[in-house]
């Protein structure tokens, strides 16, 4: 179903007015809305594709960069997993209702709070098509209504997802205007969402860690902050190296372009003549670019002398920062210092360590031996995520479905006045 060419705010008052309807859903026709979403996106996955192939000529021409046009393709396999996805969110237990609290008060009156939908959810992101599913289909299980910025280097492949889902709400007698995209109006569009405040109730960036400062910095809408990930895996003194090789090479390697990619190892120097030669073996066969500090360039001269940006760095890509620390305590510095708060992991056979380092790493995840590429919504069991909460209000860590609502207390009287 096409977008009529409205300006940006009529569609997002488009947005609040659907959600009304959207919010009052029941479970089960929330579920059919999500299965004709999928079915849509199965149908519909060859005009998707060739969309997204638009996309992926225009992004190489302008230089975009390896790491963003992995997130950016949709291939056969890519758009049959965004539909399954779908279908995971459609069957996951409804969030809106639940009751949270609830008391009766000496006078008789009976207080629930329950949970509810915030009504329309905004999102700017970029180069990241399968945020556009993912957000709408969470945001409608969870009676939302959605407005989307996908960016412009996905431009085609988001007006291809939107249209396909608005048909499938259609086609189920859903208000499709639940779903509206703002990406032909181009910044101005981003500019009016980040300046809607009253008509959108939240705002979620992904993306870069200048996307998201900008947002962070220039919305007038609440933000929940996303932010970017300079990941860190401790090795420490009694890492097990097969654990280690397969745990680093894991979190590098297995998609590189993703937030919960590893980014920085530190290696206890009590493990390094032991542990690390076997890491940097496995991380060059697999075609990892080693930044290392000095000691770690003489086991491994094929890496490249690390400098201070190294260790800021979210590289994205086939390359990782690796550090020797001289115990727990430098890793924790280390850590404190550089940190996104997104993700940390420690490779040890040290129950201790791995009690402290749980307790001590303020992080949205911390881990203790698993890799990094855990931290998501999907491994979590939501099905899909919002993305990653790096802040500590309202939400921290993957969001799902619970993220998306807020509350309200209920009052049942029989009559009462306050004395």
């Not at 259609?170 to 499709?176: T, Y």
């Not at 993305?387 to 939400?395: C, M, P, R, V």
């Not at 609502?405 to 004395?419: C, E, H, I």
Request: overall charge negative; charged content about 25%.
């Amino acid at each position: 179903m096409t977008l009529v060419a409205t300006s940006a705010r009529e569609r997002m008052l488009r947005a609040r007015d659907a959600a009304r309807s959207v919010g009052l859903l029941d479970s089960a026709a929330k579920e059919r809305a999500l299965r004709a979403i999928a079915d849509g996106l199965d149908a519909d996955a060859a005009a998707i594709i060739a969309a997204n192939a638009e996309d992926l000529t225009r992004g190489r021409e302008s230089g975009i960069g390896d790491a963003l046009l992995d997130r950016l393709r949709l291939d056969a396999p890519r758009v049959a997993a965004l539909a399954a996805a779908v279908r995971e969110v459609a069957v996951l237990p409804d969030p809106v209702g639940r009751v949270l609290d609830e008391r009766t008060l000496p006078n008789g009156l009976r207080l629930q709070k329950v949970a509810v939908p915030f009504g329309v959810v905004g999102s700017i992101y970029e180069a990241r098509p399968n945020v556009t599913v993912d957000i709408a289909a969470l945001a409608l299980r969870s009676g939302n209504a959605v407005v989307l910025r996908g960016g412009t280097a996905a431009e085609r492949s988001n007006a291809a997802l939107v249209a396909s889902m608005r048909a499938a709400l259609s086609a189920v007698g859903v208000d499709p205007e639940a779903v509206q995209t703002v990406d032909d109006y181009g910044r101005e569009g981003a500019r009016e969402l980040m300046q809607a405040r009253g008509i959108v109730d939240v705002l979620v960036p992904r993306g870069s860690a200048q996307l998201i400062e900008t947002v962070v910095t220039e919305s007038l809408v609440p933000v929940i902050e996303t932010g970017a990930g300079i990941v860190h895996i401790v090795l420490d003194e009694t890492a097990r190296e097969d654990w280690a090789r397969d745990i680093v090479v894991n979190a590098k390697t297995q998609r590189p372009s993703v937030c919960n990619a590893v980014e920085t190892v530190l290696v206890h120097r009590g493990a390094a003549d032991r542990v690390l030669p076997g890491v940097l073996r496995a991380l060059d066969e697999a075609g990892v670019t080693v930044h290392g500090d000095d000691a770690v360039v003489r086991l491994h001269p094929r890496a490249v002398p690390a400098t201070e940006e190294d260790w800021a760095t979210e590289y994205l890509s086939l390359d990782i920062a690796v550090r020797i620390i001289d115990d727990l305590d430098d890793a924790l510095d280390h850590i404190r210092r550089y940190s996104t708060h997104h993700t940390e992991s420690i490779v040890t056979d040290d129950a201790a360590n791995a009690e402290r380092f749980l307790a001590e790493v303020d992080s949205a995840v911390v881990m203790v031996n698993a890799s990094t590429r855990f931290t998501d919504g999907g491994e979590f069991g939501f099905g899909a995520e919002v993305g990653i909460s790096t802040q500590k209000l309202h939400a921290r860590g993957p969001m799902g479905l619970a993220e998306l609502t807020s509350s309200k207390w209920l009052a049942r009287g029989d009559g009462q006045v306050r004395a």
